[in-house]
């Protein structure tokens, strides 16, 4: 089964307005973290925001924002005031801490497509 | 502080070849992660190495090998190229601890004719 589903292939979003990116997750470890990453067409992965499942408020880094439903299993990027720049293909990413907490793997949706236009 | 480096950026090979495939973490960054991403497959996780040992490691064959220096400097190996190896390949280090975000490299397209 599929462990991060994001389901918009490509979204467009009208300059300087808000957009969200859906996400949703799966796992049965009650500790995870979860990543949004921004990927321009150049391929570097560029971190943008986390939420940890014990996390109370939701993850807030300038101008993204993520609203996490836990009983949803949901962890949705807000983008507000879109720019040119944002333009680029979006990854949500879990990671499960298990028992022991260690080692680092990242599981990946297949990702969101966004065009920014003027 | 300077962010992870990968070398080569490009490379083609034929099948057949083996390849070596470089990555510099982050200053103080134990943890180095590698992963593929094709079209077809999107953003699959190879393994990852901390402190010189393999911690965690992906689906993939054993064509696919890593290992990592004193120095936390990381290589992948992958022998015998396939067509199916062509893909952009991800190097990622962090710091240790649950919360500690993954920091990638450019990564390193390689092209397998």
């Not at chain 1, 991060?4 to 467009?12: C, L, R």
């Not at chain 1, 560029?46 to 993204?64: K, M, P, V």
């Not at chain 2, 480096?5 to 057949?16: D, E, F, M, S, W």
């Amino acid at each position: 089964a599929q462990k991060i589903t994001q389901t918009q292939p490509g979204m467009f979003v009208q300059e300087k307005e808000a957009v969200t990116l859906d996400c949703t997750y799966d796992t049965s470890d009650p500790s995870y973290g979860l990543f949004w990453y921004k990927q321009p067409s150049s391929g570097e992965m560029i971190f943008l925001i986390y939420q940890g499942s014990y996390d109370q408020q939701n993850a807030t880094e300038g101008r993204y924002s993520l609203n996490f439903q836990k009983a949803r299993k949901s962890a949705n990027l807000v983008i507000s005031a879109s720019q040119l720049g944002d333009s680029a293909m979006y990854f949500c990413a879990m990671r499960e801490y298990g028992l022991t907490g260690g080692g680092n793997k990242l599981t990946f949706g297949t990702g969101t497509q966004l065009k920014v236009e003027l | 502080k300077a962010g992870v480096t990968q070398t080569p950026r490009y490379l083609i090979k034929t099948r057949g070849q083996q390849v070596t495939l470089s990555c510099s973490p982050i200053s103080g960054h134990r943890s180095v992660s590698w992963y593929q991403q094709t079209p077809g497959q999107g953003l699959q996780f190879l393994f990852e190495y901390f402190s010189e040992t393999q911690r965690n490691k992906g689906n993939f064959p054993g064509r696919f090998s890593g290992r990592q220096f004193s120095n936390s400097r990381s290589e992948m190996n992958v022998s015998t190229l396939e067509l199916g190896d062509s893909a952009l390949y991800l190097c990622a280090s962090s710091l240790e601890g649950r919360s500690e975000t993954q920091y990638f490299g450019p990564g390193t397209r390689l092209l397998v004719l």
